[in-house]
């Protein structure tokens, strides 16, 4: 059983640039959310999908939104990227009724200069 | 809205001393209570969770968190550490009907020989 990966490990961007960070849920897992650690900060929650459809969004702009595809995997997308954009960017998955917590990915660092 | 509060940013500790890390919640209603652990550069793994029953739940390495609804804590505790337990560790909430996590800042656990 695989486990939540994603892609890439570490990622450098201009300010203003556009990125995409990929994840792959872990096998029998059809729903993905996404969380922005900050340095010296828990986890927030950006978004949730389940199906192929956004299930739940955080306190986060629009220029940050995402993928779904059939296979459950997830993409996050960030536009217009902000100094403030730079964190480690989790996906975790889970089976619909996520009684069992969230199994976590090792995250995308994403540092913008 | 719901909220975790983690006490302590860090926690300085000599190995083999016992360990307590503190949170606490808000909420208005049930929550699921989960602790992970995150080591350096990795992602979140889950350390151990309630979602209903016995109120002191156990992981597999020594460590135990007890539910307690009327103080609406959940502090993580360990009767001896090791250097290895080095690591940042967050207190989760999960609403009731709801799949998303809420987590506190972290508290960095030091151990030291």
């Known amino acids: 059983e695989t486990g939540v990966t994603q892609s890439p490990t570490h990622l450098i961007k201009t300010r203003g640039q556009q990125v995409t960070l990929r994840c792959s849920s872990q096998?029998?897992?059809?729903?993905v959310s996404w969380y922005q650690q900050a340095l010296g900060q828990g986890p927030q929650f950006i978004f949730q999908?389940?199906?192929?459809?956004?299930?739940g969004r955080g306190n986060f702009p629009p220029r940050f939104s995402g993928l779904q595809f059939p296979n459950y995997s997830s993409e996050l997308n960030v536009n217009a990227l902000e100094l403030d954009d730079s964190a480690l960017y989790l996906c975790a998955s889970s089976p619909r009724t996520a009684d069992y917590g969230y199994t976590f990915g090792s995250g995308t660092r994403l540092t913008v200069v | 809205a719901q909220s975790v509060t983690q006490l302590d940013s860090q926690v300085p500790v000599f190995e083999e001393a016992p360990v307590e890390l503190r949170c606490n919640y808000s909420?208005?209603?049930?929550?699921?209570l989960f602790w992970y652990v995150q080591y350096p550069n990795q992602g979140l793994q889950l350390l151990l969770k309630?979602?209903?029953?016995?109120?002191l739940v156990k992981s597999i390495n020594g460590f135990e968190a007890e539910f307690n609804k009327s103080q609406t804590s959940f502090h993580l505790r360990k009767p001896s550490v090791h250097i290895s337990d080095t690591a940042e560790y967050f207190c989760a909430v999960r609403v009731s009907g709801y799949s998303t996590l809420t987590f506190g800042k972290g508290t960095m656990l030091l151990v030291s020989p």
């Open positions: 096998s029998g897992h059809n729903t």
């Open positions: 999908y389940y199906r192929e459809e956004e299930n």
């Open positions: 909420s208005s209603v049930s929550v699921y």
């Open positions: 309630y979602l209903s029953g016995s109120t």
